[in-house]
Structure formats: structure tokens, C-alpha cells
T-cell receptor
Framework: DGGITQSPKYLFRKEGQNVTLSCEQN?????MYWYRQDPGQGLRLIYY???????QKGDIAEGYSVSREKKESFPLTVTSAQKNPTAFYLC????????????????FGPGTRLTVL | SQQGEEDPQALSIQEGENATMNCSYK?????LQWYRQNSGRGLVHLIL?????REKHSGRLRVTLDTSKKSSSLLITASRAADTASYFC???????????FGKGTRLSVIA
């Protein structure tokens, strides 16, 4: 089965803790993305990566960090610096068709719901 | 900066009726995409329409694009309860940056 997986599905964090959300894809996609979604809201871009060992900040990168050591994996760490981390986090990937990131179809994982206790 | 904005925010219809939702954007684009999200799930790509296309069909979906008005519409014909979901449009941003998603239209189809 080809696809994109996220784990865990639900995550609870105490204030002051760092937590890492996993995102793995076996679609052989070059680009990967992390989004945050708050209730009733759209998607806001946190980080994205077009190639291994390289990534760029999105619109709301503060308080988050990522790594891209393997093509298949793009984990997101929510640090204690993120003051309001409770949200639904979505990971996506896309094949770089050559027309730019804005023309590529994105494939999404099932999401991780993070709650701060 | 680029922004996609869907209208209406929420839509409730009876099963069998058609559902129409609209998307407006600010700056010129070369394509526009529509995605669907079931409650608590990830988004699923529905359709991509290029700037040189005015209309595109996929099953019960019909998408139009009017670049002069910077707007697109998604029509779902003969809706079913299973079509209940949020629908998002996504448009390119400036430079080689990812798509920008709107806030979505929440569609409820009542059986």
C-alpha cells in the first residue's frame, strides 16, 4: 500500500514538554509539508521540504522544528516555545512535477491531534 | 499576498440537491485545486483546473474557473449524505512556494 502515515493519532503534552510528531511516506515524493489546522479554520503552513537535508519555514514556524534526514520521513517537533500548540496537525507530500510547488497535487496523512494538558 | 477564500462558510442541503461553493483569490494563478476533508481526517485532492481551462468535470463534480473575476466554483450534483465534508480551494502563492488553502466550506447533506 502506498501512502502517507502519521503517528500518533492522538497526543497529549504537558506544558513545557517537547513532543515529536511522525510523518512517513512511501510514495517516493520529494516534497513534504507540515500544516496546522485549528477548529473551523483552514490550513496554515509550518514547514516544508523539497529535498533531503533542506527545509524552509512556512507562515507559522515559530515554536516548531523539523528535520529531513531521509526522503521518506519528515518529523515535526513541537517545542515548549510554542505557546498554544493544541491543534490538528497534518502532514502532506507531493511529487515535484517541475511546474513549481504551487502546481503540485498534495497527498495528506490522516493527521495527529495534539492536546496540551 | 495570495489568499483563497471560500463562500459560503457553511451550506446545508437535502440529499439529491446540488451544492455549489465558490472560491475567490487575489493574485493571478496558473492552476486552482479543490480538496475535501471529512471530519477529523486528512484532505483528499478532488480536482485541478488550469488557468487555460474554463470548466472541468470529474464524476458528479463540476469545477469552473473565471480568471478575469479571480474566482472558481465547485458544483456537486445529486448530493449524497456521504458528501458531507469540508471543501477547500487551494491556489499557488508567489515564487516556488506551496499552495495556499482557504478556510473551507462546510457542507452538510441531510438524508
Amino acid at each position: 500500500d502506498g501512502g502517507i502515515t502519521q503517528s500518533p493519532k492522538y497526543l497529549f503534552r504537558k506544558e513545557g514538554q517537547n513532543v515529536t510528531l511522525s510523518c512517513e511516506q512511501n510514495l517516493n515524493h520529494d516534497a513534504m509539508y507540515w500544516y496546522r489546522q485549528d477548529p473551523g479554520q483552514g490550513l496554515r503552513l509550518i514547514y516544508y521540504s523539497q529535498i533531503v537535508n533542506d527545509f524552509q519555514k512556512g507562515d507559522i514556524a515559530e515554536g516548531y522544528s523539523v528535520s529531513r534526514e531521509k526522503k521518506e520521513s519528515f518529523p515535526l517537533t513541537v517545542t515548549s516555545a510554542q505557546k498554544n500548540p493544541t491543534a490538528f496537525y497534518l502532514c502532506a507530500s507531493s511529487y515535484l512535477a517541475g511546474g513549481g510547488l504551487g502546481t503540485d497535487t498534495q497527498y495528506f496523512g490522516p493527521g495527529t491531534r495534539l492536546t496540551v494538558l | 499576498s495570495q489568499q483563497g477564500e471560500e463562500d459560503p462558510q457553511a451550506l446545508s442541503i437535502q440529499e439529491g440537491e446540488n451544492a455549489t461553493m465558490n472560491c475567490s483569490y487575489k493574485t493571478s494563478i496558473n492552476n486552482l485545486q479543490w480538496y475535501r476533508q471529512n471530519s477529523g481526517r486528512g484532505l483528499v485532492h478532488l480536482i485541478l483546473i488550469r488557468s487555460n481551462e474554463r470548466e472541468k468535470h470529474s464524476g458528479r463534480l463540476r469545477v469552473t474557473l473565471d480568471t478575469s473575476k479571480k474566482s472558481s466554483s465547485l458544483l456537486i450534483t445529486a448530493s449524497r449524505a456521504a458528501d458531507t465534508a469540508s471543501y477547500f480551494c487551494a491556489v499557488p502563492n508567489s515564487g516556488n512556494t506551496p499552495l495556499v488553502f482557504g478556510k473551507g466550506t462546510r457542507l452538510s447533506v441531510i438524508a
